[in-house]
Each structure stands twice: as C-alpha cells, then as structure tokens.
C-alpha cells in the first residue's frame, strides 16, 4: 500500500515539473535535475529538523570524480540536520527522497555554490555542470535521533570500560604484547605432539570458559564431553576461538583471551548469558585431531 501511495505521490510530482533536457530525466521547478534510480523502504521524506545520513559522488559529466563523502576511516558519513532552504541542487533532492532511495542528479554549478555542505570547492571552476549519485542511507526524526545518540553514548561507555578491565587484568597477570596474536592473546602452556589443527580437520576440544572477573561461561569437563568441530566450516566457533585453535597440536593446552570484538561483539550472546561488549577467556585442551 505505502510503495502504490508513493508511486501516486512521484506521479503527481512529475505532471507538476518540465521535462528535462537530459535524457532520462526530470527537472523540478528550480531547475534541478533528476532521475530515480531505486526506491527505499523509508516510510517518509525529511522535515525541517530531522537528521539523515546520505552518501554522494559528485563528478563531471565525463565522470571524472570532483567529490565523495565516503572518505573517513568508519565508511560512514556524518549525521546532518536536514535543511531544505536551498532549491536546485542537493537539499532539495534530499527533501524528496526516503530512506533507501537513489538518485542521479544534474546540477548547475551555479546552485551547488549555494549548498551548506562546502561542496563547491571541490568543482572547477571550468565546471560549470556537474553530476552526483545520491543515496539517502538514514533517516531519524528528533526523537529517533536523541535516542541514537544516547545508545552510542552507552556504547562508547561499553567499549572504554571493557579495554580499562582487559588491560587492567593483562596487567595483573602479566601477559604482555607478546602474547598478542591476530587479535587476541594467546598463552601455550603445552605444545603438543600430535597433528595440528587445520582446515577441514574435526576436533575435540575441552575447555572452561569465563569472563575477566572469575565469573565461569561453560565448561566440557564437567560433562566430560569435549566439543567436537570440523575446523574451517562456518558458524562452528567463535573467530578469536578459532584464531586460537589453529595455533595448536593434538595433545596441546593453551588459553585464549578473546575481546568481543572476536567474540560476542557489541551485541552478546544470543541468550543472554554474555553481555555486550565482554572479554572471554578459554583455557583449551585440544584432545584430538582426526
């Protein structure tokens, strides 16, 4: 029903607009440029004080890049307080689009000077044309985007207090950086003797798990029942787990401690038992490679 309301909305939108010069295209009142290239599954467009998220190219119309907002470490742009003051050119693109919507606009030079975004400084000034692929990636209205802030505000707490405690008990137990291994540490306390693990292999591996404080997570010995894997296949065992056991022989002990970034992540475990954001720990007997 919302995708048949939406089509009778870009229906309605179209008659009310000129054809463009450019193949393929519209052009709005103001003079921009445009053409859907997919629709989202946005429920609404931005109203004057939401905050979005977008992704754009500007290039010539050669497509030689001038400008991209996917430049920062993270791959992801900032959030913006939408603002549809300025007709003709990026703004006012975005105050039509909903979440997941992409569109190829042509704009002239002179409109894009008029943008908030510093995007003009980029342009030649020979340029006096110039195209963009746009993606409207989020959406939240004042609300949303308060509670968004509020989360990562507790994520960043999550994460800082998890790096105090690992260092904290690497510290304590004297375990340096060279036991740092591909993202986690790694102790042997025995090399074995027998095969070593590998691709394609099964296992059976004893362990205890727990977490930084002493609190136990799982134990095979308890049920004398070690696990049993076929090393290589997905979802068998955690990344750091499996970082871990690669490094060993039948026959070997070692300990693994995994931060969550290898481990449950931001997330924790599906049934609750680890919370986001904790360490584990693995003391790992590798009982036989077949």
Known sequence: MRSTLFLVFCFAFLLGCNFSKHDGYSITSSGLHYKYNFIGDGEKTPVEGDYIQFSIVVSTMNDSV?????????????????????????????????????????????????????????????????????????????????EYQKRMAWKADDEMNEQIALKQFLRDNEIDENHFLDGIYYINHKKGKGPKAESGKSLLVHYKAGFLDGTPLDDTYFLDRPLEVRLGDPGQMLPGFEIGIRQMHQGGHATFIIPSLFAFGENGSTNGSVKPFQTIIYEVELVRVF
């Open 66 to 146: 001038l400008y991209t907002n996917n430049r920062s470490a993270t791959g992801m742009a900032k959030w913006v307080k939408f603002n549809n003051s300025v007709k003709g050119a990026v703004q006012e693109a975005l105050g039509m689009m909903i979440k997941g919507d992409s569109l190829s606009l042509i704009i002239e030079a002179e409109n894009m000077k008029l943008e908030p975004f510093a995007f003009a400084q980029f342009i030649p000034e020979r340029e006096d044309i110039v195209k963009a692929e746009l993606v409207l990636t989020q959406h939240l209205n004042a609300k949303q985007y308060a």
